[in-house]
C-alpha cells in the first residue's frame, strides 16, 4: 500500500516493520524564530531511523531579497538533497514534526513539485506517535545508503508575483492565506516588514486544517470548511498563500486530502509580496 497524503502512526509502524519496504522517515522540525530548534528538538528524540531535513538548506531556495524568507530550491537542488537522504524514486517518503504538521507540509508538496507521488505527512507527528507508544530514538542524525531521487512531470503547479497581481483585476482565482487571522489583518506582524495581505485573499489559517488532538480533520469537513472560506471546490481556482510559502503547503494537503485538487502554491508568499515596490496591500477582516 503506499500513502500520498497521510500516514497514521498505526500504518508507519507497519511499514516500518515491512523488511521489504523502501521508507525514508524525514523529521522536519523546525521554528521561524529560532533555526536551530528544530535539529535540536531532533537529536533529542525522533522516530527510530528518521533522518533531519532543514527547512532552510534542504527544503529552501538562495534567498535574492525579493523571493521571500524560504524561496523554493531548484527541482534539481532538492532532487540531489533527497537523494543523499537516500531517497529513489520508489522510496515511500514520510515526513513529520512536531508542530501539527506545518513544516513537514513543505516536504510533501515539495516532493509532488518533483513529480514523486508516495509522499505522505505522518498524522498527529511525533506527538501523536508518542502518545500511541511508538519507540523514539535520540542522537545524531541516521545515515542510509544514497538514492536515485530524479526529477518527473510535476504533480502540482505555482504561481508568481505577476500571476498573482493580475489575478487581483481579473479575479479568476481566489488566494487563500493560511497565516494566523491577526497577521492577515495586518496586526502583530513579526516576521515580515509590512503588515497586512494581498487584495481579495480571504483567510483559512492552517491551524483549522487541525482537530483538538493534532490531526487532520476528515475530509468531508475540511471540503465543507474550506469551500466556505473559498467560495469554490475547485481547487484549479485557488492559490495557497502565506507568509514564506511554508504553511500554504498545509493548506494545499488539507485541500487534497478533501479531494479539492489542483490549487497552485505562490512560492514567495505575502514575504515576497510585501519586499515589492507598489504591490498593494490590504488590512483588516476579508471582504
Not at 516500518?16 to 528524540?45: K, M, Q, R, W
Not at 527510530?48 to 535574492?64: C, D, N, Q, R, V
Amino acid at each position: 500500500m503506499r500513502f500520498d497524503t497521510l500516514i497514521s502512526s498505526e500504518q508507519l509502524t507497519a511499514l516500518l516493520a515491512d523488511d521489504s519496504a523502501d521508507v525514508l522517515v524525514c523529521d522536519c522540525s523546525f521554528d521561524l524564530t529560532a533555526p536551530a530548534a528544530g535539529f535540536a528538538s531532533y537529536h533529542e528524540a525522533h522516530v527510530p531511523g528518521a533522518i533531519y531535513l532543514h527547512l532552510e538548506t534542504e527544503l529552501s531556495g538562495p534567498k535574492t531579497g525579493q523571493n521571500g524568507r524560504h524561496p523554493l530550491p531548484s527541482q534539481d537542488a532538492f532532487a540531489d538533497a533527497m537523494s543523499r537522504a537516500g531517497a529513489s524514486d520508489g522510496t515511500q517518503i514520510v515526513c513529520y514534526d512536531s508542530t501539527g504538521g506545518m513544516y513537514a507540509a513543505r516536504l510533501w508538496w515539495l516532493a509532488r513539485w518533483a513529480g514523486h507521488r508516495d509522499v505522505a505527512v505522518l498524522d498527529g507527528g511525533l506527538p501523536g506517535w508518542r502518545a500511541a507508544g511508538n519507540p523514539v530514538e535520540s542522537g545524531d542524525t541516521a545515515t542510509r545508503a544514497p538514492g536515485g531521487f530524479t526529477v518527473r512531470e510535476p504533480l502540482v503547479e505555482t504561481v508568481d508575483f505577476d500571476s498573482v497581481r493580475a489575478n487581483i483585476d481579473d479575479g479568476s482565482r481566489v488566494v487563500l492565506d493560511a497565516r494566523a487571522p491577526d497577521r492577515f489583518r495586518g496586526e502583530n506582524e513579526t516576521l515580515d516588514a509590512v503588515g497586512g495581505h494581498i487584495p481579495k485573499a480571504r483567510n483559512r489559517f492552517f491551524r483549522d486544517n487541525l482537530d483538538a488532538s493534532g490531526r487532520f480533520k476528515p475530509a468531508d469537513v475540511l471540503r465543507q470548511e474550506i469551500g466556505e472560506i473559498a467560495g469554490t471546490t475547485d481547487g484549479a481556482a485557488l492559490i495557497g498563500q502565506c507568509g514564506s510559502g511554508v504553511t500554504a503547503c498545509h493548506n494545499l494537503l488539507a485541500m487534497e486530502i478533501a479531494g479539492i485538487r489542483g490549487a497552485a502554491l505562490y512560492p514567495g508568499s505575502w514575504s515576497e509580496w510585501s519586499s515589492r515596490n507598489g504591490a498593494p496591500v490590504a488590512t483588516g477582516a476579508q471582504a
